[in-house]
């Protein structure tokens, strides 16, 4: 069976540190994947998503960019971050048979 | 572009009541799929249920099911028999049929279900 995981679950930086957030599909190939923001009480945001190994696209500008050196592996990453980019990220996998996003358990990032 | 609009924020409903959360759109396409997810207070975003738009038959999942209208635009959820762990957030999201399937979603409805 497919599995998602996502890592780490919370992270505390300061402003102007960089950030490397990670997540990697299990028991699928060639997935498409996707890096989702949630602001508190909001709903979700799509930052990124790539539809194969070095293919990114992104939604919106900003702060992050976002890497894909394997089939399984999606990366967001920050040079320097800001206090705009705390919140809760999802990554997430769509199954390609069936046009469905399953996502991971979450990143909580607060940067102060 | 597509939006999805949830006008009910929060609801709450006793134990073992029905509860219907409402959901409309906004779109273009003539194929698409809607969903809803449960976002529990672990904050994983969880399937619920899934319909797609060139079937008239609304989908059923359990206690869950959809009443899909789509002249209307409109994709509510109906939650019989409400559980204590059917307290979440609840989102409906849309998404095109094709290309890279880019989740659009609303902007969530807290519900509560009180013993």
């Known amino acids: 069976s497919q599995t998602i995981h996502q890592w780490p679950a919370t992270l505390v930086q300061p402003v102007g540190s960089p950030l490397s957030l990670e997540c990697t599909v299990e028991?699928?190939?060639?997935?498409?994947l996707y890096w989702y923001r949630q602001a508190a009480g909001r709903g979700l945001q799509l930052l990124f998503y790539?539809?194969?190994?070095?293919?990114i696209s992104s939604e919106v500008p900003q702060n992050l960019s976002a890497s894909r050196p394997q089939d399984r592996q999606f990366i967001l990453s920050s040079k320097k971050l800001l206090l705009s980019d705390s919140g809760f990220y999802l990554c997430?996998?769509?199954?390609?048979?069936?046009?469905?996003?399953?996502f991971g358990s979450g990143t909580q990032l607060s940067v102060l | 572009a597509q939006t999805v609009t949830q006008s009910q924020p929060e609801m709450s409903v006793q134990e073992a009541e029905t509860v219907t959360l409402s959901c409309t759109y906004d779109?273009?396409?003539?194929?698409?799929?809607l969903f809803w997810y449960k976002q529990p207070p672990s904050r994983q975003m969880i399937l619920v249920i899934r319909?797609?738009?060139?079937?008239?038959q609304n989908a059923t999942e359990n206690r869950f099911s959809v009443n899909f209208q789509k002249a209307a635009k409109s994709f509510s959820l109906k939650i019989s028999d409400s559980q204590l762990g059917d307290t979440a957030m609840y989102f409906c999201?849309?998404?095109?049929?094709?290309?890279?399937?880019?989740?659009?979603f609303g902007q969530g409805t807290r519900l509560t279900i009180n013993p």
């Open positions: 999201a849309f998404m095109k049929a094709q290309g890279a399937q880019k989740l659009v």
């Open positions: 790539s539809v194969g190994i070095g293919q």
């Open positions: 779109t273009s396409e003539n194929n698409y799929y």
């Open positions: 997430a996998w769509e199954n390609r048979d069936n046009e469905k996003l399953f």
């Open positions: 319909q797609e738009a060139y079937k008239q």
């Open positions: 028991g699928t190939s060639n997935p498409n």
